[in-house]
């Protein structure tokens, strides 16, 4: 579909009168093809989009003036806030892209705000804002939000997602936090959603309260795009712990552990994570690494696979041994049980072995990597480095996350998971399709990231009416399940492919589409007890109501309802309607 030339020059004088204007970007311009080459790309390097226009806008109003024309001339478009949808339904070919990397504005609000009949501190970030810019401003006032795992992905698009991180454990999924927004709607109206009406010092009536809540409920893990655009959003941070750790333990980190099969790897994890255990563990997941096998005869239940335990802990070097010491006795629990490792003169983990690892605790979790956070005297900044939670099989130890094709999917477990279900997701992780004779840099794993803990344990067990509505309908899941692949990972400087990975990257042709095919294939497998997907893990061709489950027709009435957008501008191919 092409847009008319005439309209999209008629937008752009739309805002002839305006003191600050927004910032036009022309495709097949030679004086800013540069420019356009660099802000059309997105995350998810699978995709190579060519937007007739980007319009980087700066603020509400220009946003406002912009979906008011849209709509009157039907004109459609993408929004783009970080550009992290693994689909990459934040740009289009023939469509016009509304890029919100200028407004990436944070702020502490000075002050106290009454929020749902509490005092409260208040963050103000515009949507363009990314986490490796509000972290920084949180962190000199000893505060935090639930962020997520890669600094470069941006507040808006995290938090319509849902918003699971390394905090989640503790203080919930990143919507959790939200308070307030301020949304534009399909018709060019600014609603002032919760405490941004605050802000902005607007008297809300009855009849739009009740709407301007069902609104905020929706930007709760609802999607995004689908009810208006978000132009400010408005959280309650947390206090930052007084110590706190980043941890990796791998297969290898403790020898002893590298013979236990994966399933009781899983299952021990389980454990660590379950409601009521481990309070320090503020937030944890657990990577498996897919395996290639020649044929069918070679998938096994028992697989020995290579795996990554993180964390992300706020107890004492103490509290941490305990935990860990705690985790592999439940392992042993597990093998003793087992008889197939004593047939296979296989160590048990007894007593010797429990030992043997907090002999070596403080060798693999060094002391001088514990940092004192939330003192007045302290001016250290928060060094806690996710960015590679969910992208390698190393850990914690890359600085940058770097743009890369890739794809995935996700489900979510029911309360009914068992031994069975593991079992079935240890097999998923084995395929002939990722069996190559050639050597290659595909990345195929999956991760497991922890939801329940003290957050949940305590909202579920409030009545209803007392705990704050969202949309994202997997609270009472243990953890995610996210199936991955990558290729064509760029090692150099700023995210550039160096003349090794190239060269590396050759052979990943005759690999990269049987990587997806897995995904297609884990997409299907036949797992027990689970449901659903996770919509910030977007895979296309799971049906939307799969993502959003019982919540899934709400969410239609409030974009029926409340986004004025009658000529279904706002969509995508996986938002609500």
Known sequence: ??????????????????????????????????????ARKVFNRKFDF??????????????????????????????????????????????????????????????????????????????GARFQKIKPVLDQAHLAIAHGTCKTVAIAGYTMGGGWGPWTRKYGMGCERLTGATLVLGNGDIRFLGSSATFNTLTINLKTEQENDELLWALRGGGGLSYGIVTELFFEPFDLPQIAKSFVIKRTTFPVLSHIKAVHIIAAWEQVIAQGNNPHLIGTNLQMIAKPVANEQEVSCDA????????????????????????????GQIVRRDKSYARLGKPLLDQGDVKSIKDSFDKAMPANTWYQLNTKANNQIYPLHFDHWDRVNNGLTLEDDCPSPHKIT??????YWNKTSREQLVCSLQS?????????????????????????????????????PVAFPYQTSAFTIQYQAWWDQPN??????????????????????????????????????????????????????????????????????????????????????
């Open 1 to 38: 579909m092409s847009i008319d030339l005439a309209i999209l020059k008629a937008c752009e004088a739309q805002f002839s009168t305006f003191p600050l204007k927004p910032e036009f970007i022309w495709a097949c311009d030679p004086k800013t093809d540069l420019a356009y080459q660099a």
């Open 304 to 331: 020995l696979l290579d795996w990554n335990f993180n964390g992300h802990f706020g107890g004492t070097p103490l509290d941490l041994l305990n935990m860990v010491l705690q985790w592999v006795k439940t392992l």
């Open 432 to 468: 002939r399709l990722l069996h190559t004779k050639e050597c290659n840099t595909v990345s195929a794993y999956i991760t497991l990231g922890a939801i329940s803990g003290e957050y949940y344990a305590k909202k579920l067990s409030e009545p209803k009416e007392l705990q704050l």
């Open 50 to 127: 060519m937007p007739p226009l980007i319009i980087k806008v700066k603020n509400t109003e220009q946003v406002a003036m912009f979906m008011a024309f849209a709509n009157k001339h039907i004109l459609p478009f993408t929004v783009r806030s970080g550009g992290h949808d693994h689909e990459g339904e934040c740009t289009a070919t023939g469509k016009v892209l509304l890029d919100f990397s200028l407004m990436d504005h944070v702020e502490i609000k000075p002050g106290l705000t009454p929020y749902r009949g509490q005092m409260i501190k208040q963050l103000a970030v515009q949507p």
């Open 410 to 415: 996700s489900r979510m477990p029911t309360p």
């Open 492 to 577: 150099g400087k700023d995210c550039a492919m160096t003349e090794q990975d190239i060269i590396d990257a050759i052979p990943n042709r005759l690999a990269e589409n049987r990587a997806q095919d897995w995904i297609a294939s884990c997409r299907d497998f036949p797992i027990k007890h689970t449901k659903g997907a996770f919509i910030s893990f977007k895979d296309a061709s799971v049906t939307t109501e799969q993502y959003f489950t019982d919540n899934y027709h709400a969410l239609i009435d409030v974009k029926t309802k409340h986004s004025k957008d009658v000529n279904c501008l706002l969509r995508s191919r996986k938002t609500i309607i």
